[in-house]
């Protein structure tokens, strides 16, 4: 008797656009969305970074990257400011707002995690993210 699985590759598929459509909903319904939240993320843990530098970290291009920062300009949640000594240049900062935003994204993130992982125990989990890192091994090799 030969039993059909579904494929490894097709499964873990879906499940990353299941999981990423959720994050995407959850964000979308506190105002924002994942790139937002992933420069808010990056601005808040590693303070005022320089736009190139940003837009690296995040593996988008310096077009990609502008415009999500005009739409987090435009909201009062980034600052970007060219220095003095070198005008080629910006620094990406936080506004007052941006740091309010951050806390309130950071607890959207922190739920969506918890459902990601309810129902399964610490070993579970850990046996996961160890699965999850073999996998992503051999997708490199």
């Known amino acids: 008797m030969v039993v059909r699985t579904t494929p490894l590759g ?32 990056n601005l808040a843990r ?12 995040l593996g988008v291009t310096g077009p990609t990257m502008s415009h999500h920062l005009e739409m987090l300009s ?3 949640w980034i600052t970007r400011e060219r220095p003095a000594d070198n005008r080629r240049t910006q620094i990406v900062t936080l506004t007052d707002e941006g740091r309010r935003t951050f806390v309130r994204l ?20 850990q046996a996961l993210r160890n699965l999850l890192i073999k996998v992503a091994a051999n997708i490199s090799q």
């Open 106 to 125: 950071r607890s959207v993130a922190q739920g969506h995690d918890r459902n990601l992982r309810r129902g399964l125990t610490e070993e579970e989990e």
């Open 10 to 41: 097709l499964l873990i598929g879906r499940t990353a656009k299941r999981v990423n459509g959720a994050f995407e909903r959850a964000l979308a319904d506190a105002g924002a969305t994942v790139p937002a939240w992933l420069v808010i993320m």
């Open 74 to 76: 435009d909201r009062n």
């Open 46 to 57: 590693h303070g005022p970074l320089r736009q190139t530098d940003l837009a690296e970290r």
